[in-house]
């Protein structure tokens, strides 16, 4: 059984930075898919950023040239820089693992087997 734990979450102020981490515990595999989603209160859980086997990345429209998401496989902890914070950032973040995601749906959140509990951002203006 895959655990997977976040850490990093807090409070910043518009304009700051926050970096998140993730960590895969337990059946751990290198060539894990991995992603990070959102979800602020009263709305739905949305993509954010993901990476392939290949370190080939994808990002939301709302956070592309902010965010940066990595992979340090040999800890099998996943990243996600969080520059230029807006409070329209401020939202439970979470981090999803499967063994595989079809690259166009990595963005799905239903593409995503083993989930976190999340950690939580928020950005005052």
């Known amino acids: 059984e895959r655990q997977v734990v976040e850490s990093g979450g807090g409070s910043v102020q518009a304009g700051g930075s926050l970096r998140l981490s993730c960590v895969v515990r337990?059946?751990?595999?290198?060539?894990?898919?991995m992603g990070w989603f959102r979800q602020a209160s009263g709305k739905e859980r949305e993509g954010v950023a993901a990476i392939d086997r290949l370190g080939r990345t994808d990002y939301a429209d709302s956070v592309q040239g902010r965010f940066t998401i990595s992979k340090d496989n040999a800890k099998n902890t996943l990243y996600l820089q969080m520059n230029s914070l807006e409070p329209e950032d401020t939202a439970m973040y979470y981090c999803?693992?499967?063994?595989?995601?079809?690259?166009?749906?990595?963005?799905?959140?239903?593409?995503?087997?083993?989930w976190g509990q999340g950690t939580e951002v928020s950005v005052s203006s």
């Open positions: 337990g059946d751990i595999s290198s060539t894990l898919f």
């Open positions: 999803a693992a499967d063994l595989w995601v079809t690259r166009h749906l990595s963005l799905l959140r239903s593409s995503y087997k083993f």
